[in-house]
């Protein structure tokens, strides 16, 4: 199996910059894509950005966020500038496995706070 640990998520101002990160550990060879996803409270879950041999973004965040990965490390961040207050969610690190058409694992999330 394959677990997620995410970091990075915390309070911020309208206009700031946070790094979210997480590092994947277990079966690691498993892993194909990574992605973030966020969840605001009362909305459901939506895609954010995700990486595998392509980069992909929602349109809400395309232009002030960035997904990258550290292969070596299995480790994925997701920076995040120009932060909104509609930003604030909590964020889930999410894989998709070789042979999985979609993401199937998922981390336990962290909170992601923007003050207008």
């Known amino acids: 199996q394959v677990q997620l640990v995410e970091s990075g998520g915390g309070l911020v101002q309208a206009g700031g910059s946070l790094r979210l990160s997480c590092a994947a550990s277990?079966?690691?060879?498993?892993?194909?894509?990574m992605g973030w996803f966020r969840q605001a409270p009362g909305k459901d879950r939506e895609f954010v950005a995700g990486?595998?041999?392509?980069?992909n973004y929602a349109d809400s965040v395309k232009g002030r966020f960035t997904i990258s990965r550290d292969n070596a490390k299995n480790i994925v961040y997701l920076h995040m500038n120009s932060l909104k207050p509609e930003d604030t969610a909590v964020y889930y690190c999410?894989?998709?496995?070789?042979?999985?058409?979609?993401?199937?694992?998922w981390g336990q999330g962290t909170q992601v706070t923007v003050s207008s």
């Open positions: 999410a894989v998709r496995r070789v042979g999985a058409s979609t993401y199937d694992l």
């Open positions: 277990g079966r690691t060879a498993s892993v194909y894509g």
């Open positions: 990486i595998d041999v392509f980069t």
